[in-house]
């Protein structure tokens, strides 16, 4: 060895010296450290720090949140995996693993004690002013496009409090909706995705070819939140609906779950009519309401059911008889067989439900609102 160091003496110094500056970049890189702001003769991090203590904690909030969006840059750092070396591991490891596993005991408990210091990061920001969102929701993007797993979950968390800011940021939610799963943290990073669009609505409905997927995912978790968000994001029925089949017939929650978006965007197709009608019979009453929910917003394509919506205008749930009084009205003028139903129920039922069935009239026979007093 030390013959061939004296043969080749630069190059392989330099070899050497190459390694070394990359491991020590690799492996020592140390978290982000926020700028010195200070306050009361305390930087930032330690009055993040002082979010710990029950004592501290309100005094700790109003000092961060007066510093103003000058603390955000910093506090967005504190989400990130302290060393970059980190990230890379797990990229390379195989399903169900983490890198803390691969640590030795030392670095392991500077990693949790970051993880602990970005637990309070997202309470603080997620509480944050609302005069900072903005600056929030641009500084915490690339995290969604380019982050650990970790990283991105962090910033998903912050996201969900304030969706409507995600508009002209589809892209980056739909990086973390492709994200392979693999083990556990991705698995509650998709939730959390989902969370989001859901969160967002129609605004998030570019998102549709990156939900579909998922809506019969084998794990509970994701395959529920992927149907709840392709409800909420209108998607198109025609689309969802082979994959909602196995849910619709899946345990009483997956039904539940399931019935609650088919009620949203069914298509006016006889099987998934066959689906809300057979709802309207369940002993729970959520999907009875949903049931006749789905029917009305199918409106005179479920016309051929409407005798099915009858009995729920005298359903033991209030709910479930102003949805079904709702539904038939949706139904208009060719529902005339519901019109003495619905006298009968708007005179009979003190509950509240007269109004709606006056409304349901009104669709129905415009001609017979004049007619009508509500008690």
Known sequence: MFKFLRRFPSKVWLFLGGIFVCAG??????????????????????????????????????????????????LVGELRSPYPWLTVLNRWLPPHRDGLDYLPASFQDIVERHSRRAEQVVVLMTHAPAHWRDAMVEAL???????????????????????TQMADHVAALRACLRQPVRREGDIIMLVNALTLARSMGELAKALEPDVLPWLGHEDRRIRHRAILAAGWLGLNGESCFPKLKPSLEGSPHDRRIALQTLSKI???????????????????????????????????????????????????????????ATALGDMGPKAKEALPFLHDAMNNDFSGVGQECRMAIEKIDPTQIGQIIVR
């Open 25 to 74: 970049w690799f492996f020592l890189s140390e978290p982000s450290k926020a700028p010195e702001l200070t306050v009361q003769g305390k930087t930032l991090l330690s009055w993040v720090d002082s979010l710990i203590l029950q004592e501290k904690r309100a005094e700790a909030t109003q000092v961060i949140h007066n510093m103003g969006v000058g603390a955000i840059r910093p």
């Open 141 to 163: 993007i690339p995290i969604l496009s380019h982050g650990h797993v970790a990283e991105r979950n962090w910033a998903l968390r912050i996201l969900i409090t304030f969706p």
């Open 266 to 324: 069914a298509p006016p197709k006889e099987e998934c009519m066959i689906y809300l009608t057979e709802a309207l019979k369940d002993p729970d009453e959520d999907i009875r309401r949903y049931g006749a929910e789905g029917l009305g917003n199918l409106r005179e394509s479920a016309i051929s059911h409407l005798e099915a919506l009858l009995p729920l205008l005298r359903d033991p749930s209030m709910g479930v008889r102003v949805a079904a």
